[in-house]
């Protein structure tokens, strides 16, 4: 008998830290690698959460907090969904966790039996699936595609619905795509989803706060009120403050299910760190001024990124609502050899071979689940971003 548990063995270890953990390999070895792998902002905290923290330090708030969050943060959810929402949830309905990872990963641990079914739409971020499988349940994949700017539509969700769906896990603004669903899309999953009471939702609404060209973001219990009851709204704070290190994330729902992965949380990490969330309540209750600014040059590297590689023959690369992801198609390259004399059979084949020949690190698509894409995160520099793509170029342009 293996001394590992076979739960784990159904588990894939994270492909995009294994693409990162790569790149920091050529790069030691002298490379001049560039990284367009990192889910993360290349931008600091802002000051007056930093101040926040160190308040919190002096203050001597270093102690084990409640398991599920201190109750001026929970309060401080609860003002955020009224105001950006108009949802009412009171401290009880509310879940603070290590990251909204750790949340997300709560909620399935207390709701998953052996033979219960997610519904998750690919390109999916790369956690969900194995998530899913780590808390004993069976991932059912609904698969998207370029022609619909990878959303999901309401004939592929009911299609993926069973007896036995107990979850549907929602992500908008979408890593690793990119995609917004507007109000009149949500509204036609959210009818599907009325006609399936037996299936809650599970939105992750983690990148809400980066979206373009007045995209409105909208979450599912705000668009449809009669889902309240069976919506787990998540979220955090790790990618729009860029607090990725300080670990906050959050859940608003039903007090018996919010009751439930506190009882997960207690028996797991205790309470997510004291001082970040004495940061994070700065983050959710302080000045929201630097966003505007900040999703300004999200957008200028968008448009440069899309630009730039829609000029290469053989990809194609939509324009998303949000995030800080593309996520173009390589259908046009498959078949071909690289300089090197690799043929690239597939989107892991053209990310190895970007990685070693051109010195820029991507993430293939067959890891979020739809092929043959890669994804790129463009949370990095104007001139990082510019001389990556024409390396992208110039490497797409030498095959044969
Ligand atoms: C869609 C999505 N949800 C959740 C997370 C996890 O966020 P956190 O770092 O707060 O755990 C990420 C991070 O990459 C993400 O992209």
């Known amino acids: 008998m293996s001394f590992l548990s076979e ?38 905290t802002p000051q007056n959460i930093k101040d926040a923290a160190v308040a919190a330090i002096a203050a001597g708030k270093t102690k084990y907090t409640a398991p599920d969050g201190i109750p001026e943060l929970k309060q401080a959810v609860c003002a955020k969904m009224k105001r950006d929402h108009g949802l009412d949830y009171t401290p009880a309905q509310v879940s603070v966790g290590t990251g909204g990872k750790q949340t997300l990963y709560n909620a399935l641990m207390a709701t998953l039996n052996e033979g219960d079914e997610v519904v998750i739409p690919a390109p999916y971020w790369v956690s969900y699936p194995d998530m899913v499988l780590l808390a004993g349940g069976t991932p059912v994949i609904a698969e998207t595609s370029i022609q619909s700017n990878f959303k999901l539509t309401a004939g592929q969700l009911e299609a993926a619905i069973t007896p036995k769906t107990k979850w549907f896990i929602f992500n908008s603004p979408s890593n690793p795509t990119g995609a917004g669903y507007s109000r009149d899309e949500l509204k036609a999953l959210t009818e599907v989803l009325m006609r399936h009471p037996h299936v809650w939702v599970m939105t992750d609404d983690m990148y809400e706060h980066l979206a373009y060209d007045g995209f409105e973001f909208c979450t ?40 439930a992965m506190r009882k997960v949380q207690s028996q797991s990490t205790s309470n997510p760190c004291s001082v970040s969330q004495w940061a994070a309540v700065e983050a959710l ?32 690369c939509p324009v998303p609502e949000g995030a800080f992801y593309v996520y173009p198609s390589i259908a046009g390259l498959i078949g071909k050899t690289t300089p090197a004399g690799k043929v690239i059979g597939t989107d892991e084949d ?26 790129v995160s463009y949370a990095t520099s104007d001139a990082a971003l510019e001389t990556a793509c024409s390396r992208i170029q110039a490497f797409c342009a030498a095959l044969t």
């Not at 966003?291 to 194609?316: C, H, K, Q, T």
């Open 285 to 316: 209750n302080g000045t929201q001024e630097f966003l505007a600014p900040n999703n300004e040059m999200f957008v200028r590297r968008r448009d440069l990124v899309v630009s730039m590689l829609n000029e290469i023959d053989g990809i194609s």
């Open 220 to 259: 599912p219990a705000q668009v449809e009120p009669a889902l309240y009851d069976r919506t787990l709204t998540c979220n955090g704070v790790s990618k729009a403050y860029a607090m990725t290190g300080w670990r906050i994330g959050y859940a608003a729902g039903p007090e018996p299910l919010i009751a």
């Open 350 to 375: 053209f990310a190895t071979a970007l990685l070693e020949e051109a010195d820029v690190a991507v993430v293939f698509g067959a890891a979020f689940g739809l092929s043959p894409n890669f994804r």
């Open 7 to 44: 739960t784990l063995s159904r588990v894939k270890p994270s492909p995009t830290i294994a693409m990162t953990a790569k790149a920091a390999e050529l790069r030691a070895a002298g490379r001049d690698v560039i990284g367009l792998s990192a889910g993360e902002p290349d931008f600091d």
